[in-house]
């Protein structure tokens, strides 16, 4: 028999073999997540025979849609299944009675980035929709402006990261994090050297999530602010997080600035409240932005 219920301590174990086995993170990637998010109810097994065979991580976000409201909305993270499971629809199964477990707590909406391009077919099956996008380029050091003669990039607490970032994206559809998410976030980046950050430039203000990608690469996973002001604090770039390539997402286009970027699908929405699955215009895009990836 299959039962999809909230996790418990017991289920830990099996949780983080599951994580490594379908993702391939280190003990000190998942050991941030058990340190800075998680509670038992922040993760929905499947069982099988008394196993735990698929899971699925949520983080308890709200979309923003400016001028129509705020939506409480789960975005689903590390959504696994056992190898040795694979292909007999557990993680489908999972999915659908997350549904009615999020619908409970009367939450409106469920989002979701797949891992791998091929996953938003087996999201699509899943009654999601494409609706997040942003731009994505790429740069090196070359392209950057000379560095400044003082730091404008400065590291920024979750809480301070919080406020920029609404601020910034208020104009938007969005999805906004709470702080413990973003404490999660910033355990991410530390892990390889990156961090959130902010600034104040002569454009306008500026904020930034850094996180290294190996062999040369750090992503910033958001940069949020206009175009001249994001072009001035890319400068700071080399001083706070160092890298041979940088990969920049970012709202809106950067080409005035001389970085090219391309428009790229990114995030997926399901609506649980029927109203607003009726009501919703699925021509019409969202920013997700920081996505635990």
Not at 35 to 54: D, M
Not at 100 to 106: D, E, K, M, P, S
Not at 113 to 135: D, K, T, Y
Not at 251 to 268: T, Y
Request: hydrophobic letters at 40%; glycine letters at 8%; proline letters at 6%.
């Amino acid at each position: 028999m299959l039962l999809t219920r909230p996790s418990v301590p017991a289920d830990v174990p099996a949780q983080r073999q599951l994580w490594q086995l379908a993702f391939g993170d280190d003990d000190a990637y998942v050991d941030n997540f058990y340190s800075s998010y998680y509670r038992p109810e922040r993760v929905l097994v499947l069982e099988e025979e008394g196993q735990v065979r698929s899971m699925t991580a949520w983080f308890d976000t709200t979309f923003v849609i400016p001028g129509e409201g705020a939506y409480r909305a789960a975005y689903l993270y590390a959504v696994a299944t056992h190898p040795e499971c694979r292909g007999r629809g557990l993680a489908g199964t999972l999915l659908s009675q997350a549904d009615a477990y999020f619908r409970t707590l009367g939450i409106a909406a469920v989002t979701t980035v797949p891992a791998q391009p091929s996953l938003h077919n087996f999201f699509a099956a899943n009654g999601f929709g494409e609706c997040f996008q942003h731009f994505e380029g790429g740069l090196s050091p070359a392209d950057l402006l000379p560095s400044p003669q003082s730091a404008l990039l400065c590291p920024a607490s979750p809480e301070a990261y919080a406020s920029a970032r609404e601020s910034l994206l208020a104009h938007l559809p969005h999805i906004a994090y709470p702080q413990d998410a973003l404490r999660y976030q910033a355990g991410c980046c530390a892990l390889s050297g990156g961090g959130l950050f902010c600034a104040v430039t002569s454009a306008g203000p500026v904020c930034l999530c850094a996180e290294g990608a190996g062999n040369g690469t750090v992503v910033l996973k958001e940069l949020l602010g206009c175009p001249a002001a994001c072009h001035l604090a890319l400068a700071d770039l080399p001083r706070v997080a160092p890298a041979q390539h940088w990969l920049v997402r970012t709202s809106q286009a950067l080409e005035e600035h001389s970085i090219s970027c391309s428009r790229v699908q990114f995030g997926m929405l399901k609506w649980l409240d029927s109203a607003q699955k009726q009501a919703w215009n699925w021509s019409s895009t969202g920013y997700l932005g920081l996505a635990f990836d």
